[in-house]
């Protein structure tokens, strides 16, 4: 076995604990992959032959690229893999993506969502990966006694936050499981989750009736990868973002008996400027 198929072997058995911590501090299955994979490329071309814990190194390093994320939230830029190094297969398990969501919940995530990318990173890392404060300091560029403090401003919000309203709560649930459906072809999936006379209105046009919606439904596979969870009129939805931090797209969903009846899209400018958009 080569050198890069041994630290690509020594990585993959670190990559389920480093996806779960990106999870945690993103909120997004995807843009933790993408965490996964740049900690990756940094491992790739690093001198490692002196790190004695490379969980723990892997750990900080995936904690840096999510705290630049949370601080940009804007397009990713991925680097170029050196040439010598093979890329370790992402994450695209329906199932475990099903697991680690759970594993979180989503209220969980909306109280995370309102903490500063600092915050999060302190409480995500201390209190769910038990990770020290010292090294949380290092990353946060902070003393350890700030760092002590910014995990306890977050555990604090996270422990007095009141409960998101149950019914939100439910149909985000619905709306994760349509998208983990269409990524993985599930046409059974998802038609356990729309209703029989789903309506489906665009720019486009109107598609309707639960068979032929999620015949096309693999459309919103790259809508579950981009889109952040977002409230867009009151209602559960998706936003897309462009590059330079525009809303180029909403979806919002509709619900009837815990299915959702309307999925209507939105991408002309001028209505989207007219949306009322919270994140989480």
Sequence with gaps: MGDDDFLAERFEA???HLRAVAYRMLGSLAEADDAVQEAWFRLSRSDT??????GGWLTTVVGRVCLDMLRSRKSRAEESLDAGAPVPAAGADPEQDALLADSVGV???VVLETLTPAERLAFVLHD???VPYEEVAAIVGRTPTAA?????RARRRVQGAPAPDADLV???QVVDAFLAAAR???FDGLLEVLDPDVVVRSEAGVNTGAAAVASGAISYARLGRTGRPALVDGATGLVVFSADGRVERATIFRFVRDRIAVIEGITDPADLSRLDITLG
């Design 170 to 172: 439910r149909q985000r």
């Design 49 to 54: 032959r002196e790190v004695g814990n490379l």
């Design 128 to 130: 769910m990966f038990a």
């Design 148 to 152: 002590r403090q910014l995990a306890s």
């Design 107 to 109: 209220a969980l995530l």
């Design 14 to 16: 670190h990559r389920t």
């Design 184 to 186: 993985g072809g599930d």
